[in-house]
């Protein structure tokens, strides 16, 4: 499967973005489907997941109430809705699909080229 997030850019402390990830392929429904961040000097980390479903989502302490992940199965694409932005989401997002649910990037075989989020304070 190929993925290909979008919707990235440049906003300011409190404001909101929406990313996306559009998956190639017929399968797209059978997958667990994960956002994950790095920022500038840091290791890359685990956002949210989604399972095949979407009946089961997780997110990550720093962003719970804040973020949301969610997919539509039928336009083959998973959603990160960013809310509460902080100068401290400045990082690239990645959208990825795996057959795991969990917050490892090692469950994840395949992966998009990222995306840039940058907050301005």
């Known amino acids: 499967v190929q993925l290909q997030a979008s919707g990235g850019g440049l906003v300011q402390a409190g404001g909101s973005l929406r990313l996306s990830c559009a998956a190639s392929?017929?399968?797209?429904?059978?997958?667990?489907m994960g956002w994950f961040r790095q920022a500038p000097g840091k290791e890359r980390e685990f956002v949210a997941s989604i399972s095949s479903s979407g009946g089961l989502k997780s997110h990550t302490d720093s962003v719970k109430g804040r973020f949301t992940i969610s997919r539509d199965n039928a336009k083959n694409t998973v959603y990160l809705q960013l809310n509460t932005l902080k100068p401290d989401d400045t990082a690239v997002y990645y959208c990825?699909?795996?057959?795991?649910?969990?917050?490892?990037?090692?469950?994840?075989?395949?992966w998009g080229q990222g995306t840039q989020v940058t907050v301005s304070s």
């Open positions: 990825a699909a795996g057959h795991r649910f969990g917050t490892s990037e090692f469950g994840y075989d395949y």
């Open positions: 392929g017929r399968t797209f429904s059978s997958y667990v």
